[in-house]
């Protein structure tokens, strides 16, 4: 590890099992059992609560196979309101701490505490004081990784989940790096873990026996973080201005749709839909995408882009007829969505300043 390097002090906090947990903690009657948010007839889960994951339930697995997986299984509708509302709380924990936030989703967000606005030299502390705070005032509970930067403290937070923290400290990160499995590194998928594997990469300590130009011989451009991340270095800082890319609203049906007229109601409600979420947030676009899932699971998109913005529902709904019309197929409708990009947030340059202060101690749990 290059210690010449600027040392952060950065908490990432997941929330165990989201989705499921608010279900559970809203509705008693659903605690210890097996629940998975989302349709049960159509479409996928949305999460699992950790009694489902038992029986190999999880996220993006689709509903038939987790019912089959665990014929228990109660599915309960997605509730987005609540679970936005929690997260607002949950975030402004997160600020009462430091302004350096960078959300990653609802559920999760990293945090550079390394200068905090309590003054605590501790990350591992405030960790376990937001841990709390959120139980206070939720009802759920968080895990949290921390360690000296972002790719470290994401690993972090997995190892002691539900409910639990884990630092990573600058004299351990080498050991850890090299033990880890070539899977759980930050960009490695599965399709980059089977060659790793087939090349003889199993852990850190193997990727870390390869030469740079070796890595950048096998993986392109890829090779160079491989090379950095097991040593250490991932500069990424937290940002806490995400900007937002792109909208999007769709919607799977209870039965297929062949119908033209069902499917322009549909258009026209996720064309309704869409609007107000852009109106709310004040974001405008000036690229529609028409997404089209077929009973078959092939799937289709379409693309149309204007030379100014998109402002009103009907826009959307008749640009939305036209990408229709371009369909390849007649076939039987699992999946209509409409999504907007190129927008107006992306002309809002936002700038964030990252602290970077010498690296104090951190706690060993």
């Not at 608010?22 to 009694?51: C, F, M, W």
């Not at 999760?108 to 003054?119: I, Q, S």
């Not at 149309?304 to 007649?330: A, C, H, M, V």
């Amino acid at each position: 590890m290059d210690f010449s390097l600027p040392l952060r002090k950065i908490i990432h906090v997941d929330m165990d099992a989201f989705y499921a947990s608010v279900e559970q903690h809203d509705n008693p009657t659903l605690k210890g059992k097996p629940i998975a948010v989302g349709g049960q007839h159509r479409g996928v889960v949305a999460a699992a609560s950790y009694e489902a994951r038992k029986y190999g339930v999880r996220s993006a697995m689709p509903s038939k196979t987790a019912k089959e997986k665990c014929p228990q299984l109660i599915f309960v509708p997605p509730r987005f309101a609540r679970y936005k509302e929690i997260s607002k709380k949950i975030r402004e924990i997160f600020y009462e701490y430091t302004d350096l936030v960078e959300p990653l989703s609802l559920d999760e967000a990293y945090l550079d505490v390394t200068e905090n606005k309590k003054g605590m030299e501790s990350a591992n502390l405030i960790a376990k004081e937001i841990r709390q705070k959120i139980f206070e005032q939720t009802g759920l509970t968080a895990s949290a990784g921390i360690s000296i930067n972002k790719f470290l403290a994401k690993v972090a937070s997995d190892i002691n989940k539900p409910n639990g923290q884990k630092t990573i400290h600058p004299d351990k990160m080498e050991h850890f790096l090299e033990e880890l499995s070539v899977e759980k590194f930050y960009g490695v998928g599965k399709v980059t873990a089977n060659k790793m594997f087939s090349l003889g990469i199993y852990k850190g300590k193997d990727l870390k026996k390869r030469s740079l130009e070796d890595l950048v011989r096998l993986f392109g451009k890829s090779g160079q973080h491989y090379y950095n991340v097991v040593r250490g270095i991932h500069t990424s800082e937290v940002k806490p201005h995400r900007i937002q890319k792109s909208v999007a609203v769709e919607r799977t049906f209870f039965e297929d749709l062949l119908d033209e007229q069902q499917i322009n109601e549909k258009l026209e409600s996720l064309a309704e839909e869409i609007h107000q979420r852009l109106q709310k947030n004040n974001i405008l676009g000036r690229t529609l995408t028409l997404k089209i899932k077929y009973k078959d699971f092939s799937l289709f998109t379409r693309s149309i882009t204007r030379e100014d913005y998109f402002s009103s529902p009907e826009q959307y709904f008749n640009t939305g007829k036209k990408l229709w019309e371009l369909r390849p197929f007649d076939k039987a409708v699992r999946l209509l969505g409409l999504s907007l990009s190129q927008l107006n947030t992306e002309e809002k340059k936002q700038v964030s300043v990252q602290l970077k202060i010498p690296f104090e101690e951190f706690e060993n749990e």
